[in-house]
C-alpha cells in the first residue's frame, strides 16, 4: 500500500553551533586562528594554497548536497522514506540538510546522541537499540514529555520489554514510547532469534501501557551478500504479518525498516514487495550515503546500480569526505612517510586509499591523479607508510588527499572538518559531538 507518512520534521535550530568559538585547540585550525564557526568560510582558506595544517579532513560541498539530493529522489521514486543513522557524522548540521531533503526521522544509538539530537530539535527519532539500566530507560521517558516529540526504540526479548513497561508505569501522558520488534539471525547482533520469540516480544509491547508496537526491524548490514539480507528481510516481513493477523497493532501505519548502507535495495526491493493489508511506512535508516567512501561502500553501490529493479535517478553516490597530509618524508627506497595515522582516519575495514596530489608553489594548476603504484602499507598514530613506486614523482612538501572506507569511523576522529568547494576553497565548517 502507499506510504502514508507522518507530517516533515522542521529544519533544526544550528545557530548555537554558528556561534561556536573555534581556535588552534581545535584540529584543522591555522595558528593564531580565533573566530566564530558561522566565519569559517569568510577567511579565503585554500587547502592547496597551505592555508590550513594537516592532517585535515574536507568535505566536498558539491558531491555532499548531490548525494542528499539523490537519495531524497530515490526513496521519493520508489515509495520509500529515509531516517538516517545520524551516528554517522554526529553532526546536526549535517542532520539539518537531509532534513530538508526529506528524512522522516534521525536515527542515533546511544543515549548523548539521543540528547544532541533532541538539542538541536530533532523532533522524531529511532533509537535503533534496546534501553537498557535505570538511566537510558529513564532518558527516553523524559524526552517522551517534550511537546510533539516522537521516540522509536528496539526491543528482542521479553525480559527488555518487561524493563520498559515497569518504567512505563509512572509515564503520565498520552505519548507513548514506540516499539520495534527487532528481528535478528544467528551469529548476528541483537534482534530475535526465532519467529516464536518475535511474536512473544511484539505481544509483550502490546499488553502494555505506555507501550506502542509500532513495527518491525532489522539490520541486514552484517550480511555479506543479497541472499542473507533477503532472508532476513524476509523474516521481518513474515513477523509482521503474523502480528498483524494476531490483531496486535494499533490504527498508525505499520513500520518496517532495515538499518545498512550496503544493501539498501534489498531493503527497498523486499518491503516494496509487502502485502499486509494495511497502510506502511517502509523506512532505509542509511547512513553512510551522505559523503559515502572510495571503497567498500562505493563497491556496494555499483553492485545496486548493476542488479537493483529500483527505479534509479540521475548520477549517483559520489565520495564527499577526504583527509589531506604532506608527504613528510621518504626515508627509504620503496616507502614514503604522510603525515596522517589512525587518529585522523578510518582503519577498520581498509586502509586509506590515496586519490591525487598536489605539489604547493609549482606548476600544477589543480591536484592530480595519483599514478599507480602508490598504496598504504600501514598506520601509526600519527604517520601513514604508503608505498612508492621508483618512478613516484612525490617529493617532501607534496600534498596527498586520501579517500576513506566507513565514513562512521572518520567522522568521529573530528570535532570540525572543514567544507570546500570544487577547488578546495573553503566554503564552512562542519562540527561533530561524539
Given at each position: 500500500?502507499?506510504?502514508?507518512?507522518?507530517?516533515?520534521?522542521?529544519?533544526?535550530?544550528?545557530?548555537?553551533?554558528?556561534?561556536?568559538?573555534?581556535?588552534?585547540?581545535?584540529?584543522?585550525?591555522?595558528?593564531?586562528?580565533?573566530?566564530?564557526?558561522?566565519?569559517?568560510g569568510k577567511q579565503g582558506w585554500n587547502v592547496l594554497a597551505g592555508d590550513m595544517p594537516m592532517p585535515l579532513a574536507v568535505i566536498r560541498e558539491s558531491v555532499l548536497k548531490a548525494n542528499s539530493a539523490w537519495m531524497s529522489a530515490f526513496t521519493g521514486a520508489n515509495d520509500l522514506l529515509i531516517a538516517p543513522h545520524g551516528k554517522t557524522t554526529m553532526a546536526p548540521q549535517l542532520f539539518d540538510l537531509q532534513i530538508a531533503d526529506g528524512a522522516w526521522a534521525i536515527t542515533v544509538a546511544t543515549m548523548q546522541q539521543l540528547a544532541v539530537a533532541r538539542h538541536f530539535g530533532v523532533k522524531r527519532v529511532i533509537l535503533a537499540n534496546q534501553p537498557i539500566g535505570r538511566q537510558e530507560i529513564a532518558c527516553c521517558f523524559e524526552a517522551l514529555q517534550q511537546p510533539g516529540f516522537e521516540l522509536y526504540c528496539l526491543a528482542d526479548s521479553v525480559a527488555g520489554v518487561g524493563l520498559l513497561a515497569e518504567a512505563a508505569k509512572g509515564h503520565a501522558g498520552a505519548n507513548p514510547l514506540r516499539v520495534f520488534v527487532e528481528i535478528g539471525f544467528m551469529g548476528g547482533r541483537t534482534g530475535a532469534r526465532t519467529r516464536e520469540e518475535a511474536l512473544a516480544v511484539a505481544r509483550a509491547v502490546a499488553g502494555a501501557p505506555g507501550l506502542r508496537l509500532s513495527g518491525f526491524e532489522c539490520f541486514e548490514g552484517l550480511h555479506s551478500d543479497s541472499a542473507g539480507a533477503d532472508k532476513l528481510l524476509d523474516e521481518v516481513i513474515a513477523v509482521a504479518a503474523a502480528a498483524n493477523a494476531e490483531g496486535l497493532l494499533g490504527p498508525e501505519p505499520l513500520v518496517l525498516s532495515a538499518g545498512g548502507t550496503a544493501l539498501f535495495d534489498r531493503v527497498g526491493e523486499k518491503f516494496n514487495a509487502a502485502s499486509l493489508g494495511r497502510p506502511l511506512l517502509k523506512v532505509l535508516r542509511s547512513g553512510c550515503y551522505l559523503t559515502h567512501d572510495d571503497l567498500g561502500y562505493s563497491a556496494s553501490f555499483r553492485r545496486i546500480m548493476l542488479e537493483t529493479s529500483l527505479k534509479l535517478p540521475p548520477g549517483g553516490l559520489e565520495p564527499a569526505l577526504e583527509v589531506w597530509a604532506y608527504v613528510q618524508s621518504r626515508p627509504e627506497r620503496g616507502r614514503s612517510l604522510l603525515t596522517l595515522g589512525k587518529r585522523d582516519v578510518t582503519y577498520d575495514s581498509?586502509?586509506?586509499?590515496?586519490?591525487?596530489?598536489?605539489?604547493?608553489?609549482?606548476?600544477?594548476?589543480?591536484?592530480?591523479?595519483?599514478?599507480?603504484?602508490?598504496?598504504?602499507?600501514?598506520?601509526?598514530?600519527?604517520?601513514?607508510?604508503?608505498?612508492?613506486?621508483?618512478?613516484?614523482?612525490?617529493?617532501?612538501?607534496?600534498?596527498?588527499?586520501?579517500?576513506?572506507?566507513?565514513?562512521?569511523?572518520?567522522?568521529?576522529?573530528?570535532?570540525?572538518l572543514m567544507l570546500v568547494d570544487d577547488d578546495w576553497n573553503v566554503t564552512g565548517a562542519i562540527r561533530t559531538f561524539f
Amino acid at each position: 500500500m502507499a506510504v502514508t507518512a507522518s507530517a516533515p520534521l522542521p529544519r533544526l535550530s544550528l545557530r548555537e553551533i554558528e556561534d561556536q568559538r573555534l581556535d588552534v585547540l581545535a584540529k584543522g585550525l591555522p595558528p593564531g586562528a580565533s573566530l566564530r564557526l558561522g566565519d569559517v568560510g569568510k577567511q579565503g582558506w585554500n587547502v592547496l594554497a597551505g592555508d590550513m595544517p594537516m592532517p585535515l579532513a574536507v568535505i566536498r560541498e558539491s558531491v555532499l548536497k548531490a548525494n542528499s539530493a539523490w537519495m531524497s529522489a530515490f526513496t521519493g521514486a520508489n515509495d520509500l522514506l529515509i531516517a538516517p543513522h545520524g551516528k554517522t557524522t554526529m553532526a546536526p548540521q549535517l542532520f539539518d540538510l537531509q532534513i530538508a531533503d526529506g528524512a522522516w526521522a534521525i536515527t542515533v544509538a546511544t543515549m548523548q546522541q539521543l540528547a544532541v539530537a533532541r538539542h538541536f530539535g530533532v523532533k522524531r527519532v529511532i533509537l535503533a537499540n534496546q534501553p537498557i539500566g535505570r538511566q537510558e530507560i529513564a532518558c527516553c521517558f523524559e524526552a517522551l514529555q517534550q511537546p510533539g516529540f516522537e521516540l522509536y526504540c528496539l526491543a528482542d526479548s521479553v525480559a527488555g520489554v518487561g524493563l520498559l513497561a515497569e518504567a512505563a508505569k509512572g509515564h503520565a501522558g498520552a505519548n507513548p514510547l514506540r516499539v520495534f520488534v527487532e528481528i535478528g539471525f544467528m551469529g548476528g547482533r541483537t534482534g530475535a532469534r526465532t519467529r516464536e520469540e518475535a511474536l512473544a516480544v511484539a505481544r509483550a509491547v502490546a499488553g502494555a501501557p505506555g507501550l506502542r508496537l509500532s513495527g518491525f526491524e532489522c539490520f541486514e548490514g552484517l550480511h555479506s551478500d543479497s541472499a542473507g539480507a533477503d532472508k532476513l528481510l524476509d523474516e521481518v516481513i513474515a513477523v509482521a504479518a503474523a502480528a498483524n493477523a494476531e490483531g496486535l497493532l494499533g490504527p498508525e501505519p505499520l513500520v518496517l525498516s532495515a538499518g545498512g548502507t550496503a544493501l539498501f535495495d534489498r531493503v527497498g526491493e523486499k518491503f516494496n514487495a509487502a502485502s499486509l493489508g494495511r497502510p506502511l511506512l517502509k523506512v532505509l535508516r542509511s547512513g553512510c550515503y551522505l559523503t559515502h567512501d572510495d571503497l567498500g561502500y562505493s563497491a556496494s553501490f555499483r553492485r545496486i546500480m548493476l542488479e537493483t529493479s529500483l527505479k534509479l535517478p540521475p548520477g549517483g553516490l559520489e565520495p564527499a569526505l577526504e583527509v589531506w597530509a604532506y608527504v613528510q618524508s621518504r626515508p627509504e627506497r620503496g616507502r614514503s612517510l604522510l603525515t596522517l595515522g589512525k587518529r585522523d582516519v578510518t582503519y577498520d575495514s581498509a586502509l586509506p586509499v590515496p586519490l591525487r596530489w598536489y605539489r604547493p608553489g609549482g606548476a600544477m594548476a589543480r591536484p592530480e591523479p595519483m599514478p599507480a603504484g602508490h598504496t598504504v602499507l600501514a598506520l601509526n598514530d600519527q604517520h601513514c607508510h604508503l608505498g612508492t613506486p621508483d618512478e613516484s614523482p612525490l617529493q617532501v612538501g607534496d600534498m596527498v588527499a586520501f579517500g576513506i572506507a566507513h565514513p562512521c569511523l572518520t567522522f568521529d576522529k573530528w570535532a570540525v572538518l572543514m567544507l570546500v568547494d570544487d577547488d578546495w576553497n573553503v566554503t564552512g565548517a562542519i562540527r561533530t559531538f561524539f
